[in-house]
């Protein structure tokens, strides 16, 4: 009979959030696949847990996975876990779940510790639907390719991205998405140092360019426009704010009240109508 394949999260920075449960499972399971074994063996030492472990990460994955699974398959019971966070979320963990269940090994994943959860709920943005997109591809053409694929994207974007890398995404984001676009960036949650900034990608990509940032980010960046509504179209309601501006309205002005008449973003149509200029 086969083993089974725990999913353990483990603390972001704060080592209170490590849970009973979490504990418990790291205690019971023969052996722990670890991004690296080096950090993990400090979070078992503060536990008082002395189990034996294995290394699994990006670069290892296909070789030291069909390893772990070949012990699952024997029977034995393994914990997954990463540097911080829960696996298998923006992780190479998923390949080995995926293994797993294509060979029928139990899979269970632990609640805990997760960075994207921890950000989105304290964003202050729409929190029922979103997409999480962890970290944007590293080459510039490739990450401004994917950026323009989330151009209309409804729902509220998750990203993660490293200190060196995100006046870079900053700037992205903000061409993308325009100057006004909301944005909330979690720096060092659950740390000591932890701060949610709330403001636009204009003002984000100003502060972070004459302010370095220090330590990792999670991006939490507004939805665009909604789904035509009464037939109207993104198009029709550009021309209905170009309409209210021919009338007298100031350019703001005039965006408000297209939006609110067509249920559109005030933010798309203001960068959509600045174009029209």
Do not use: W
Not at 11 to 29: F, H, K, Q, W, Y
């Amino acid at each position: 009979m086969a083993g089974t394949l725990y999913l353990v999260p483990t603390p972001i920075g704060n080592l209170g959030d490590i849970s009973r449960r979490i504990a418990d499972t790291l205690g019971a399971v023969d052996f722990i696949a670890a991004e690296d074994t080096r950090i993990s063996i400090k979070l078992l030492n503060h536990l008082g847990i002395k189990k034996p472990m294995v290394s699994y990460y990006r670069h290892n994955s296909e070789t030291a996975g069909d390893a772990v699974l070949g012990r699952l398959l024997a029977g034995e019971s393994c914990a997954l876990v990463t540097d911080a966070g829960t696996p298998a979320i923006s992780d190479p963990g998923e390949e080995l779940v995926a293994l797993c269940a294509e060979e029928g090994v139990p899979v269970i994943s632990i609640p805990g510790p997760c960075a994207m959860v921890c950000a989105l709920a304290c964003s202050g943005l729409p929190t029922g639907r979103f997409t999480f997109e962890g970290f944007l591809p590293m080459n510039k053409k490739n990450r401004r390719a994917h950026l323009e694929s989330l151009r209309g994207e409804q729902r509220t974007m998750i990203f993660y991205e490293a200190p060196h890398k995100l006046a870079a995404t900053l700037r992205d984001l903000r061409e993308t998405f325009g100057a006004e676009r909301r944005v909330s960036l979690c720096r060092e949650l659950t740390k000591l140092h932890e701060e949610v900034r709330r403001c636009t990608l204009g003002e984000a990509d100003s502060h972070y360019a004459e302010n370095p940032p220090k330590g990792e980010f999670v991006l939490v960046v507004e939805g665009g426009c909604p789904p035509e509504e009464d037939g109207m179209t993104l198009e029709e309601a550009v021309e209905l704010a170009a309409a209210y501006r021919a009338e007298g309205l100031s350019l703001k002005d005039a965006v408000r009240r297209a939006a609110e008449e067509t249920g559109f973003s005030k933010n798309t149509l203001y960068d959509l109508s600045l174009g029209r200029n």
